[in-house]
């Protein structure tokens, strides 16, 4: 996910998960870590919009924050998971000429645990919280066998908005509708908003009326 020129929105809902996965960083020491530290990407190369959009989509329905966090943080080491992934996975990679193709894949390992750990952390409601990493689990399975970038970014972010909505505990037509903008906002944001109308007070609904422009930048 490469990000466009212009300032990233949800930066108060980033502040925050970068400030968590500073706390729950891989142990130092390991080459694993240091991997993990030289192939963290910068913003230039990576888009955080994913990740903060679990923590809106609590706030949006008015769950625990702190429950929700995370949640956040495993999308973020999902995330990078994935890229490192696809950079094995290519021809050329700097990180298997430095490193060599085994511990590579160690960090990637490390990366996977480091997500699915997050996703098992300070469980407020253990029932939502399972139901979560379930939903997660299957979305980055299949965000492993696609190659299409699109359809891999509709998974993990309807993943990431139905994520938020069952950690703030909404009904079951709630939960479907942030799925449902989930599945649209790569492809069609203005429809991504018009789902939510109803579901979501209108502060929380132009935010995410900025987050629907911002991916549509990126598309463009």
Not at 39 to 45: A, I, K, L, V
Not at 119 to 138: I, Q, Y
Not at 179 to 198: F, N, Q, R, W
Request: aromatic share 6%.
């Amino acid at each position: 996910m490469t990000a466009p020129p212009g300032p990233i929105p949800l930066s108060h809902h980033r502040a925050r998960i970068a400030q968590y996965l500073r706390v729950i960083a891989f142990p130092p020491g390991s080459v694993a870590a240091r991997i993990i530290d030289e192939r963290r990407p910068d913003q230039d190369s990576y888009d955080p919009v994913r990740p903060s959009l679990v923590l809106w989509s609590c706030a949006a329905g008015n769950g625990e924050l702190e429950d929700a966090l995370p949640v956040s943080a495993a999308f973020d080491l999902f995330d990078r998971f994935l890229m490192l992934h696809d950079e094995l996975a290519g021809e050329s990679a700097p990180v298997v000429e430095r490193w060599g193709l085994g511990q590579s894949l160690n960090a990637g390992d490390a990366l996977y645990a480091m997500a699915f750990r997050s996703l098992a952390n300070d469980a407020a409601h253990p029932g939502r919280r399972l139901r979560t990493a379930r939903l997660v689990a299957e979305a980055v399975l299949g965000a492993i066998e696609v190659r299409d970038e699109i359809a891999r970014n509709t998974l993990l972010t309807r993943a990431a908005l139905q994520a938020g909505a069952v950690i703030a505990g909404l009904s079951e037509g709630a939960i479907v509708a942030f799925a449902k903008a989930g599945s649209l906002l790569e492809t069609d944001p203005a429809a991504a908003v018009t789902t939510l109308h109803g579901f979501v007070a209108t502060e929380a609904l132009a935010d995410f009326d900025e987050v629907a422009r911002y991916v549509a930048r990126r598309a463009a």
